[in-house]
């Protein structure tokens, strides 16, 4: 983009530059047939190196893709349909979510609840250090 942006400015400055010398030197009717000139030279330019900035583009896209042939493509597909089709991940977490209730005894969590319950009539307005010491001991019971 830079290069293309630098060549239109180059050549706008080139034909400017003509049109000036053309119009400082010659006569009147000789400024029009050399302005067109340069107006015509300058389009020239333009269309070509515009042209050959297009195909260098479209070349350098072309082996960007770097896609494989199209034997390749559809036999990758055919490979793929024929492997095996499984739901691994849902598999994984219905297998966690079991093994998570396995661990959890109906029993054990009503006292659990019954316990945090009562432990909330308890509380009473702390400070921020009795917060602290009560959270650590907190942590202290919870680790076996």
């Known amino acids: 983009m830079n290069k293309l942006l630098a060549t239109l400015i180059a050549g706008t400055f080139a034909a400017v530059s003509t049109v000036a010398i053309a119009q400082s030197t010659g006569p009147a009717a000789a400024d029009k047939s050399v302005a067109d000139k340069a107006k015509e030279d300058q389009k020239m330019q333009k269309a070509d190196k515009a042209k ?5 583009e479209k070349a ?4 960007s ?3 494989p042939n199209p034997a390749d493509q559809k036999a990758n597909v055919d490979k793929s349909k024929m ?13 966690e ?13 009503k006292a659990n609840v019954d ?18 010491e009560i959270q650590k001991q907190q942590q202290k019971e919870s680790k076996p």
């Open 65 to 67: 893709r770097n896609s």
């Open 60 to 63: 350098a896209q072309d082996l």
């Open 83 to 95: 492997q095996a089709k499984t739901k691994t991940k849902y598999d994984q977490k219905a297998q």
């Open 115 to 132: 316990k945090s319950k009562m432990q909330s009539t308890k509380r009473d307005k702390v400070t921020k250090d009795e917060g602290k």
């Open 52 to 56: 050959a900035f297009a195909d260098k």
């Open 97 to 109: 979510g079991l093994a998570d209730m396995a661990g959890t005894n109906p029993a054990e969590a």
